[in-house]
């Protein structure tokens, strides 16, 4: 019998453009896998991906799911 435990997403979607944004938010935008404003992606709520988010909340809306 294996446990196999349920993890969290979350959807993250760019709400604003990051023109004329540092380059490391850019960066991080890409890094997060997000193209264009109003593009989602779903990721794992992971410790990595919430820092990710903390460093550009300004730009980004993110949703939990039930995935």
């Known amino acids: ?29 890409k890094s997060l896998g997000l193209r264009r404003i109003r593009h989602s992606v779903i990721r794992e709520d992971r410790p990595e991906i919430r820092g990710m988010i903390n460093k550009i909340p300004y730009l980004l809306k993110v949703e939990e799911t039930e995935e």
Not at 1 to 28: A, D, N, P
């Open 1 to 29: 019998m294996s446990r196999t435990k349920k993890v969290k997403k979350i959807k993250i979607t760019l709400v604003k453009s990051v023109i004329g944004r540092t380059k490391k938010h850019r960066e991080v935008v």
